[in-house]
């Protein structure tokens, strides 16, 4: 009998020590693509029709799967990893257990958090440009129109002294600096419209640098980041399909319906500098007395979204003025300060600059949109400064605005100045504006991902 019971618990041993390295095998691979929980992304589990869009990196974090391709481990990266590992657990530490108000204000979804964030980001976040490309395709792009944000950004990385670094092993994230907009104002034929000029430009570019560095290669493009504020700016990576499905794509075409993903991606704050300059943007003086419900005033054969409105309200209530074009005598900037709300409909794509115009204005932005991820929502409370009406609501837009309370209005106003600095542009930039708004979306995206387990 014992000799019965000790070949049974001899054949149990040979089991488990079978079983566990598997085990651990399947472990070590499910871990191997880790999301930070950050306390402004959502923690429940993605659905299947977006799960399939995240690359798993087990064939380059797995060590196994290194030393069977005569891959060593690259120290320079593990150097990067751990300094990540530490900034998660240091945000972690600010969400449950700090008191300090550093960042007051109901503008944030957690103060604390960003707080750290942003500080940690200063302290160690960096930036490698490529060099490669030259003007006006690469490093360069227009200032002056609705697409100045992917300008100023460009403009602004190239002279960064706090984040861009010239040592691409210590760098957090790899910069392709191909402007969208310069691609198709230079290269598009505007009667032949063929695309084909914008693929080959990033298909080549990409080429060049995967070719010239291992950085690309090693992460299969996760840790490189491409920033376009034009319509056309997620088509433009779709040639190349790790740009489209892993890199961080800084968009202001923001749409999730357009496979958007919201934990690689950042949106980018759409602002129309009609004249280029960056002075006097927000309103010197305070609010006119508000005589007007809401506002808009913009082209109607633009999206389906705007032909909503304008059909039910153009010239159908006093309190709501919508126009096509404003009439003579009427001041657009007056108007909205005059305004209590300023309608921000969408155009052909789900951007719209009339959201950080809204909030230079100090007037309340109500977001009329569909499947549009707004600009730094992972930090900011949007529901604290902004009213956002879905399209199946707008015959009833009117009673929805009235609806609001006297004093949650003035508390929303008061949100829409202490927001505006994370819209404004400054040269050279300041703590917390706009430029350091969009580092520190790229920054979180970074944190969302393990290159080595």
């Not at 943007?281 to 419900?293: E, F, K, R, V």
Request: glycine content about 4%; hydrophobic content about 40%; charged content about 25%.
């Amino acid at each position: 009998m014992r000799k019965h019971y000790a070949s049974l618990f001899l054949l149990a041993v040979i089991a488990v020590a079978v079983a566990y390295p598997i085990f651990l095998s399947k472990v070590s691979k499910e871990l191997s693509w880790l999301h930070f929980r950050s306390p402004w992304t959502r923690t429940s589990p993605l659905p299947a029709s977006e799960a399939k869009e995240f690359i798993h990196l087990e064939r380059i974090s797995d060590d196994e799967s290194i030393t069977r391709r005569g891959k060593t481990r690259d120290e320079s990266m593990e150097m990067v990893e751990a300094g990540l590992a530490r900034a998660r657990a240091s945000i972690r530490d600010a969400m449950l257990n700090s008191n300090a108000d550093y960042l007051e204000g109901d503008i944030y979804r957690n103060r604390h958090a960003f707080h750290r964030s942003y500080m940690l980001m200063e302290k160690m976040f960096k930036v490698f440009v490529y060099e490669e490309g030259e003007p006006p395709l690469f490093h360069y792009g227009s200032c002056k129109d609705i697409y100045s944000t992917e300008g100023l950004f460009l403009s602004l990385m190239e002279q960064d002294m706090t984040y861009r670094t010239w040592d691409p092993n210590e760098a957090h994230v790899y910069f392709l600096p191909f402007s969208v907009v310069m691609i198709l104002k230079h290269l598009f034929d505007p009667v032949i419209r063929s695309k084909a000029v914008m693929e080959r430009t990033v298909v080549d570019y990409v080429r060049i640098i995967s070719n010239k560095y291992p950085y690309w290669n090693r992460s299969i493009g996760v840790d490189h980041f491409m920033l376009s504020c034009h319509d056309w700016g997620p088509r433009a990576t779709c040639y190349v399909k790790e740009l489209y499905y892993n890199s961080i794509r800084v968009l202001c075409n923001a749409n999730i319906s357009e496979y958007f993903n919201p934990k690689k991606d950042a949106s980018l704050p759409e602002i129309n500098l009609r004249t280029g300059k960056i002075t006097n943007l927000t309103t010197s003086s305070p609010p006119l007395n508000w005589s007007i419900l809401a506002f808009f005033a913009g082209n109607l054969y633009h999206g389906k979204i705007r032909a909503i409105l304008f059909k039910h309200w153009e010239g159908k209530d006093k309190d709501i003025q919508i126009y096509g074009t404003l009439p003579q005598g009427l001041s657009y900037a007056e108007m909205m300060k005059s305004s209590k709300f300023c309608l921000c409909p969408s155009g052909h794509e789900v951007a719209s600059p009339r959201i950080v115009e809204s909030i230079y204005a100090e007037c309340v932005p109500v977001i009329l949109s569909k499947n549009y991820v707004l600009p730094f929502s992972d930090v900011l409370n949007w529901d604290s400064f902004s009213v956002e009406v879905p399209m199946s609501e707008m015959a009833n837009l009117k009673n929805i605005l009235m609806g609001i309370s006297e004093e949650k209005y003035t508390r929303m106003v008061k949100n829409v100045k202490e927001v505006q600095r994370h819209f404004l542009v400054n040269d050279p930039p300041k703590r917390y504006d706009v430029f350091n708004m969009i580092i520190h979306s790229i920054w979180l995206r970074r944190l969302n991902i393990r290159i080595y387990s």
